[in-house]
């Protein structure tokens, strides 16, 4: 398949036997949608058959019809305009895996080689797309995958939202990699950083997860007395008046890592210590949600959690880095 963008829709084009479809991409919603004309040229399969597989479909259970159908206003041959049903991806693979013909084959094999790429590496890529770039994306994927160590529980979905952190700071990599890394931030502002304030949005974040059924009774319960004090004493922590950790950060760097490593909670320092992270960030200004996307940050925090504490120093400096850089 190859995108390319309409003049009122982004398309995807599919190359089946009979020519090249058309199919409507949905970026918002991670799929595509094609109709039943479309998904019979796909399959070389009569329109009756597709629509005999997709009432099956209905009927057995397999998908919801509220969740795989819309309907999109389509100009036909007679020059008028027709509401139109449309299926989505999820429907297009289910009718696939049930018609029996050439091209529905080659489309299985297709789709099996696909899935089990997700399945055994956790992802799945357009090797012509890529193009030139092909040896220099495995590259940075195995780069980061090395900062992990053995047995790590980030998977090679979390490498690749690393991968898209880190995607113009090979030079951090490089220096972590010979462990030249030096973790300096830039920005000077001074932001408050105190146990209490700490300690209430920390509260205010398990009462919104409560809300949801998302925190347990001992989610954000502290192991002892002093546990969050003491990691805002190493963050904000100076000596004959000048502070250790002299940028924003640098500071929000080790606020992660302390939030995680130390496990100052009996439950949730993973998600607290993110939480803690970008929430520092926001108040010195420097948060930046176009590349420290929630899948990002779950990755980040995983790589934190699952680095070795003898790396500490190149983990945070890593950190500082991909702040400073992004």
Known sequence: ??????????????????????????????????????????????????????????????LRRNSVVAFFATTAA?????????????????????????????????????????????????????????????????RVKQLLPAGAAVDARDVLELVNVFADTWLSLDAYDKGTLVAKGATKKRVSLTAGTLKKNLAEFKSALAEKGEASEHFGAVRHEGAVEGIVGNVMQSFGGKEAYGTAEEKAAHLLYFMVKDHPFVDGNKRSGAYAFVWFLGQAGILRTDWLTPPALTALTLLVAESDPKDKEKTIGLITNLLRHG
């Not at 289910?94 to 084959?105: D, E, F, I, P, W």
């Open 1 to 62: 398949m190859a995108k390319k963008q309409g003049s009122n829709n982004q398309i995807v084009v599919y190359q089946a036997k009979s020519g090249a479809l058309e199919l409507r991409r949905d970026a918002s919603a991670d799929t595509i949608w094609a109709n039943l004309d479309q998904i019979a040229r796909m399959f070389g399969r009569d329109k009756s058959v597709i629509s005999r597989h997709v009432k099956n479909i209905f009927a057995e259970g397999e």
């Open 78 to 142: 007679d020059g008028k305009t027709y509401n139109v049903e449309y299926f989505n991806l999820d429907i297009i693979l289910s009718v696939g895996y049930r018609v029996n013909s050439k091209q529905a084959t080659l489309f299985r094999q297709w789709a099996t080689k696909t899935l089990r790429k997700y399945i055994v590496e956790g992802y799945a890529m357009n090797r012509a797309r890529i193009g030139k770039n092909y040896g220099q994306f495995i590259e940075a994927v195995e």
